[in-house]
């Protein structure tokens, strides 16, 4: 079945950076494109950033745009977010997920806090 592991958060100061890294299995992950998600206590499941099969197209949010990148790793079937310049609204927990044939799956995923 389609399982994706998230790793890779944790607390850090403002204008720190994190690696989040996702592996997924259960299913061919070249074929589709992938997201980051993150949720905020009180608030909606909002988009970070998203990449195309092969990498060629990528997307993100505003709020991220400059700080945030996403890469991928097909060989290894990982899906990476490298944040830098984190600032306290960043804090959430955030979500890998796919979309397979009209069904979303997501990860467990994993906290980010940011904060001094």
């Known amino acids: 079945q389609v399982q994706l592991v998230e790793s890779g958060g944790g607390l850090v100061q403002p204008g720190g950076s994190l690696r989040l890294s996702c592996l997924a299995s259960?299913?061919?992950?070249?074929?589709?494109?992938m997201a980051w998600y993150r949720q905020a206590p009180g608030r909606e499941r909002e988009l970070v950033a998203s990449m195309t099969p092969t990498g060629g197209i990528t997307n993100y949010a505003g709020s991220v745009k400059g700080r945030f990148t996403i890469s991928r790793d097909n060989n290894k079937k990982t899906l990476n977010l490298q944040m830098n310049s984190l600032k306290s609204e960043d804090t959430a927990v955030y979500y890998c997920?796919?979309?397979?044939?009209?069904?979303?799956?997501w990860g467990q995923g994993t906290q980010v806090t940011v904060s001094s």
């Open positions: 997920s796919v979309e397979i044939a009209g069904s979303r799956f």
């Open positions: 259960g299913f061919p992950s070249s074929w589709y494109s």
